[in-house]
């Protein structure tokens, strides 16, 4: 698609970190080269600020990446697109897209138990107007970064609890394609990010008892803290 649009040797194109290596590696695929911008903190989806603030001489696209089943910032990105003469072309990953099926009504009503009842825990940020479509459940457990959110998911984990670090690394510290740079937001998403279960197929039962784990642990961290 960006070859088709024009992108290609000598351009820059400006990508996210905090996602998958799939945009980065279709970026070079086309010749050019990604540029690495930070996240909104909220929807850990690309900032258009940040995204303005990467643009130089050579950049020639944005391609932004819904993540976790939020929409990208689509009127922020076309804005920035407009007035710096970019292309903006959405890549989505597998299990990023916004776009509806058969279990998101299902996974909202289980991410909406969740975030009603869930303590000591960030929950999901949703935009206002749009669509949530709950791929992942993802919160951030506060505390100190990597540690506390390692650590709690262990100890979900011995309870039973299925929960996973949604991005372990971000793109621009992978060998491949590693930067000199620093992004503030997708560093500490990083860190404190967790996705837990909302499987459209969940029973209550189920939900109540990740809540039931995640508040007593969420309990103890903020006892010692």
Request: glycine residues 10%; proline residues 7%.
């Amino acid at each position: 698609m960006l070859r088709s649009a024009g992108v290609g040797p000598g351009d820059e194109v400006i990508v996210p970190s905090y996602a998958t290596r799939g945009a980065a590696e279709a970026v070079r695929g086309a010749g050019a080269v990604p540029v690495f911008a930070d996240i909104d903190a909220g929807t850990y989806c690309l900032d258009a600020t940040a995204v303005a603030d990467a643009v130089t001489p050579r950049t020639a696209a944005v391609v932004p990446v819904p993540l976790f089943g939020h929409p990208v910032d689509a009127a922020g990105l076309r804005g920035v697109g407009e007035r710096r003469s970019l292309l903006v072309i959405e890549h989505v990953e597998d299990g990023g897209a916004p776009a509806e099926d058969e279990g998101a009504v299902a996974r909202r009503r289980n991410a909406a138990y969740l975030t009603a009842r869930l303590r000591g825990l960030v929950t999901p940020v949703v935009t206002a107007g749009v669509a949530h479509a709950y791929r992942e459940y993802v919160v951030r457990v506060p505390g100190n970064g990597r540690p506390d959110r390692d650590a709690f998911a262990r100890t979900l984990r011995a309870r039973g609890v299925r929960c996973r670090v949604p991005v372990q690394t971000p793109v621009h510290r992978m060998p491949a394609f590693a930067r000199d740079v620093w992004l503030a937001e997708t560093e500490r998403a990083a860190d404190e990010c967790l996705a837990l279960p909302v499987d459209a197929a969940m029973t209550r039962r189920e939900l109540h008892r990740v809540v039931a784990a995640c508040n007593a642990l969420g309990g103890l961290l903020e006892a010692v803290a």
